[in-house]
């Protein structure tokens, strides 16, 4: 009748990432995980290292979530080793290279990290809305690729909800300074007048889609979009008044703009020195503004060698961005409380949820000793038994089984640990002394 005690096995949660604050521009490169494999590494993920895995990887931070029980081949120093080691060689990166640029944040520090990611308290550009669809379409990944577990999913829709009640109750995202209206920004340096100037956008995507309202507020003399599928192209150019062309017309078209924004999913660059140098010659000389906003990089680095060619990165943005983070700063700090809130309910909720395995083998555990005492009842009463005596016999039987592991085990124990036992034992049954 007796089994065998059931400790609770902690559950383990941690995530491994780098980001704009840890590394830079061209190893967040190197670390991006491509739209058309995440569900393959995601499947590495799980069966190399945890039986639930999630990745989010932006332009600006590729991060793995990882969680599992360390009773059943989870997380402990050693899978976050292999995790490391998973991470570099996936990307053929040097793990000594990658080290310095990686944090490991587990269980409580992870929680946070989430929420503050979602909550935009992370990112490049304080308060920037676009890292919530980020977080939400890696979720979504995971949960197709049936790595989503209960806890990193719990996690995830957490870190929404906290992102909402932030966004709703705060002033984070109020007046932020996008990377888009940063770009703006910096093109006004270059140009007199945006009016008088010809913009194309590379890629069809939402970055692109908020450059384009932004360059289009200014009145620009004619705007192009180029991208590798026409359809999502042509949606894009009818907002703006703007024409279409395909990926493989760029070299015949790019002299004629005198601003270039680019952010695609491209693996590889789109625009390299020599199609670039060939336009300045086109262009005899005039300046070129350009902003690659992809990661990794749609324009050659070595384009920023030529003459007459402002090329600006993601990371050259972040001075800008961050021009009125004292303005927020009381608002980031009543984030700040929402989320330390949070964190304390989500963490007892994995508490209450380690706990589980023990509650039900208790459970079953007294199911064990009532069933075999009602067996014996009945047995009785069918032999003709006074069925007041069955049912004190029952009582005395159920009780004695139910008392008999905490009674022995506080017989048996001695000293201090004894105190305690009986310290935890008066505060189950609520004996008051």
């Known amino acids: 009748m007796q089994t065998n005690a059931c ?5 383990t949660l941690f995530t491994l990432g780098l980001s704009h604050q840890t590394a830079p521009l061209p190893m ?61 060689s996936y990307h053929h990166v040097d793990p000594h290279e990658l080290a310095p640029c990686l944090y490991t ?23 920037e809305p676009e890292i919530l669809g980020q977080m939400k379409e890696a979720a979504r990944s995971a949960e197709a690729a049936g790595t989503l577990g209960t806890v990193l999913g719990k996690l995830f829709q957490r870190s929404f909800a906290v992102a909402k009640e932030v966004r709703s109750t705060t002033q984070v995202g109020a007046h932020s300074v996008s990377m888009a209206a940063a770009a703006v920004k910096l093109a006004g340096r270059i140009f007199p007048s ?19 309202t932004h360059f289009a507020a200014q009145g620009p003399t004619c705007i192009t979009v180029a991208n590798r599928t026409l359809e999502r192209a042509e949606a894009l150019a009818h907002r703006f008044n703007a024409r279409v062309i395909e990926l493989r017309e760029l070299a015949a078209h790019l002299h004629e703009h005198d601003i270039v924004v680019s952010c695609t999913a491209s693996s590889l660059p789109i625009l390299g020195k020599g199609m670039v140098e060939r336009a300045l010659k086109a262009r005899r000389r005039l300046p070129m503004f350009m902003v690659d906003l992809a990661v990794p990089r749609d324009i050659e680095p070595e384009v920023a060698e030529l003459d007459d060619v402002f090329l600006y990165t993601v990371d050259d943005l972040k001075d800008i961005v961050q021009g009125n983070l004292d303005s927020r700063r009381s608002a980031v700090e009543q984030a700040e409380v929402i989320i330390d ?63 008999h592991a905490p009674t022995q085990a506080l017989n048996e124990a001695t000293g201090e640990e004894r105190r305690t036992l009986a310290d935890t034992l008066a505060r189950l049954f609520r004996i008051r002394s």
């Open 194 to 212: 945006i009016k008088d100037q010809k913009v194309l956008f590379i890629g069809a995507g939402e970055m692109i889609e908020l450059c384009a």
């Open 7 to 11: 400790v609770p096995a902690p559950v």
């Open 105 to 127: 944040l587990p269980r409580e520090q992870a929680v946070r990290h989430a929420f503050r990611v979602a909550s935009g308290l992370d990112s490049m550009v304080l308060g």
């Open 28 to 88: 967040r490169e190197k670390m991006v995980f491509h739209v058309e494999r995440m569900s393959e590494a995601l499947g590495e993920a799980k069966r190399l290292l945890a039986p639930e895995a999630a990745i989010l990887s932006t332009c600006n931070r590729t991060e793995l979530y990882l969680s599992g029980d360390l009773e059943g081949g989870g997380l402990g120093d050693v899978k976050r080793a292999a995790a490391t080691e998973w991470l570099a």
């Open 341 to 403: 809130a949070q964190v304390g309910q989500f963490m007892h909720w994995m508490q209450v949820r380690e706990s589980v395995p023990l509650i039900r083998a208790l459970r079953d555990q007294a199911e064990d000793a009532r069933r075999y005492e009602v067996e014996r009842a009945l047995r009785l009463l069918a032999k003709g038994d006074d069925p007041k005596q069955v049912l004190e016999a029952l009582s005395q039987g159920l009780t004695n089984k139910l008392m």
